[in-house]
């Protein structure tokens, strides 16, 4: 079975929400035969590489809440967070562009190290002292933690143009499926999960993905075997009786 998960780093409802899909994914009986897959969506396509501010400066001009409502939004989440394990700054994070991410993730993709790169990223965004915006240094460290080459990485982000396009293709297809925020998720390409669900939520979509994705199940008839066919090997030839 085929996961595709739509997310942005700078996103905190998809740092929740991965840890809340992966505690159903756990625990579901399948989940050897389920792949995942992380999609780009930038929360903030448009903002420039240099163009770094405050979260909660970000969050009073963008949705014009004052401060205070702000920082009760952050402390909300952190609590959240916390609920899932997960640890959560909730004063002096930085927002800025996530699009060399993006671009590093599908590196990662190709490497086999894409989730152990998403994991990190969360985690240096969201939890750790250092801002992962505007130092690319920061960026290749993180890349080399999650088991990919510092000289392949800091190839791709000396290159603009590597991998925007599969990053592009991503938020075309999110668009095109639907996907308005983050995170989504899209099992098999059937069904879709929006937000960052509770995990009994994404334990029932796997189920369900799961029934209709089960192999076909033959009818045979009790009185007799299987009616003669052809195959790779050629064809049967029905027998005298």
């Not at 009790?222 to 009616?227: I, K």
């Amino acid at each position: 079975m085929h996961v595709e998960i739509w997310s942005d780093i700078a996103c905190p409802w998809c740092y929740v929400g991965k840890a809340r899909f992966e505690k159903a994914l756990t625990a579901f009986p399948h989940r050897d035969a389920v792949e995942v897959v992380h999609r780009s969506f930038e929360l903030d396509p448009n903002r420039a590489k240099g163009d770094i501010q405050p979260v909660i400066p970000m969050l009073t001009e963008k949705y014009g809440m004052s401060e205070a409502q702000a920082q009760a939004g952050e402390e909300n989440l952190g609590t959240q967070a916390a609920a899932e394990g997960l640890a959560y700054r909730t004063k002096d994070r930085d927002h800025g562009s996530t699009f060399d991410m993006h671009r590093l993730l599908h590196l990662a993709k190709e490497r086999g190290r894409q989730d152990e790169l998403i994991q990190n990223l969360y985690r240096a965004n969201f939890a750790e002292e250092r801002s992962v915006f505007g130092d690319d240094e920061r960026l290749v460290e993180l890349a080399v933690d999650a088991g990919l080459d510092a000289d392949e990485a800091r190839t791709v982000l000396a290159d603009p143009s590597a991998y925007a396009d599969e990053v592009r293709t991503d938020e075309r297809e999110a668009a095109e499926l639907g996907a308005n925020g983050v995170p989504f998720f899209v099992l098999d390409r059937k069904y879709g999960v929006s937000g960052a669900q509770p995990a009994e939520v994404f334990a029932q979509a796997l189920e369900q993905a799961w029934a209709s994705h089960s192999p076909l199940k033959l009818i045979r008839p009790d009185s007799q075997g299987d009616a003669e066919a052809c195959g790779p090997d050629g064809c049967a030839v029905p027998q005298q009786h």
